[in-house]
């Protein structure tokens, strides 16, 4: 036989249930008892039907309405606030606020009941009533890192965006829950600098806050205030490829050009050795280099590890070659001579390398090895004087064929130059080819040292100091393989590694005026 059940939810539970007639019967009595001024009696009936029907919310109600009635407002509180989370979970949103504003009545501002009935009456877009639910449960969950009461502060601001008060309690409530970039785009939108900067010092463990801030600083004209706290943050993060970078961004506008230099060579130094770098960027921060340092050899020295990553011969060569003339310049004989070595390992017939290591061998004594050298510079001359004779031929047959040489140049790309008229420039002994030797060594110089899956840069090089192997390409290298010390980049790796205490001697200290006040928050 089919067993009537209750219209609503309820649990398993080891008691049998009650018919419906029987049900109804019950809870009707209850009600006669309440209204008769008896509801002990009543409690004690709604509590049996309740041990069987343990998620019924309406049982719940009617035993908190009980309880209410017999001045017992704790267990008041906790039926009705059971009815409300059980009325919720069944998707009666309204029937739960009912309950939520219940159990407030019975016990005002507890901060769980005001949190859950504010999210109640968002669901339900009831925008007037919950500005006041709100407001008292900003003050209830007043204790740190209470998510509630930031919960309440973000629908307050969402409710009211141009009230100064709100939105100020809400950007030092979002640094205590650890929403730090939250707090930062708060105190940006109330143009609060001074609580920016605050916020940046107390927490330099966090680096992207750190350059977000100093940008904000470097917008607002304070320069001495930026590189103060890029300053700070370079300490805490030397190796950080945007704190450097926005370190060198404040030296641009207030440091002098040394200290800038020494900045952007620390910088190219972190993205040589980053892989995670760009194209772009890395053949941005070399051209700077080699634009604004074009004399200063640990500059072309980051410049030219740059290049080396990239797998950029020409311009490697071209930043070796311009290394090894400062080098010269200066008296740097061994310098002079490795980075020599570099440009002749790449490319063997390299005129301009060939000359000066004639010339430094010439210095050395070592007149059999220059010699040698000298044959291969030979080589090199006339195979390219060759080349340089051979277009100039094949331009006369172009020409030859035209009464106006304006066009042969405009029909040079549609007429073909018989098979019989290309002749390959004559071969001469030389050196086998280095290209496989030249990739190999770009791939080894973008290296940097410092971990085992970072090669360093053999020294194996031949070098042009006395005593020393020839550039002669049968000669096998015998230096110990270890990256020389000249070829390590010298750039400041370290914040201790270049001084920026003397820019902000005389910089006046940044003022955390409170802005509480609107009359005294900074622009």
Known sequence: MHRPRPTTPIARSARPHYPEPVLKAEVDRAEALLRNGRPSEAIEVLRTLLSRYPDDPDLRRRLAEAYQAANNQ?????????AAQLFSSFGKT???????????????????????????????????????????LVVAASATKDRRRVFA???????????????????HALEEVDRLED??????????????????????????????????????????????????????????????AVVVRALETLGPASHLIAARIALANLLARDPRAERTRLL???????????????????????????????????????LAQLHDAKGRKEAR???????????????????????????????????????????????????????????????????????ATTSRTTRAVPPSQHRAPPQTPGPPSSRHLASDLLAEFAHRPGSPDNPTLSADVPT???????????????????????????GPRHADEFDLEEFDQEAPTLSHKSVANPDTTES
């Not at 704790?74 to 059971?82: G, K, M, V």
Request: glycine share 2%; no cysteine.
């Open 74 to 82: 704790e267990r008041a509180f906790h039926h009705f606030n059971r």
């Open 153 to 171: 502060l973000d629908a307050l601001h969402r409710l009211e965006p141009t009230n100064l008060s709100i939105a100020i309690k809400r950007a």
């Open 284 to 322: 941005d921060e070399a051209a700077r280099l080699t634009a604004v340092a074009a004399s200063n050899p640990e500059a072309l020295e980051a410049a030219s590890a740059i290049y080396a990553q990239l797998g950029m011969e020409k311009e490697f060569i071209q930043i070796e070659l311009r």
């Open 94 to 136: 309204a029937e739960a606020v009912r309950m939520w504003v219940a159990a407030d009545a019975v016990s005002k501002n507890e901060p769980d009941v005001l949190f859950r009935l504010a999210q109640a009456q968002l669901a339900l877009g009831e925008s007037n009533a919950i500005r006041d639910v709100l407001s008292r």
């Open 464 to 490: 042009l100091s006395a005593n020393a192997p020839s550039f002669a390409p049968d000669k096998e290298p015998t230096a110990p393989n270890e990256r020389p010390d000249d070829l390590r980049p010298r």
């Open 183 to 244: 707090a930062f785009a708060a105190w940006l939108a109330l143009d609060a600098v001074p609580e920016i900067v605050g916020l940046a010092e107390r927490h330099l463990e966090r680096p992207n806050l750190s350059v977000k801030v100093v940008d904000v600083l470097l917008e607002r004209h304070r320069p001495h205030d930026a590189l103060r706290l890029a300053r700070s943050a370079l300490e805490h993060h030397p190796e950080d490829v945007e704190v450097v």
């Open 337 to 407: 001579d490795r980075a020599l070595a570099r440009v002749l390992k790449i490319d063997p017939q390299n005129r301009e390398g060939l000359r000066m290591g004639v010339r430094s061998l010439r210095e050395a004594g070592d007149d059999e090895q220059a010699q040698a050298l000298e044959g291969q510079l030979f080589a090199a001359e006339t195979r390219a004087s060759h080349e340089t004779d051979e277009r100039d031929t094949h331009l006369r047959i172009e020409l030859d064929g035209f009464d106006d040489p304006a066009d």
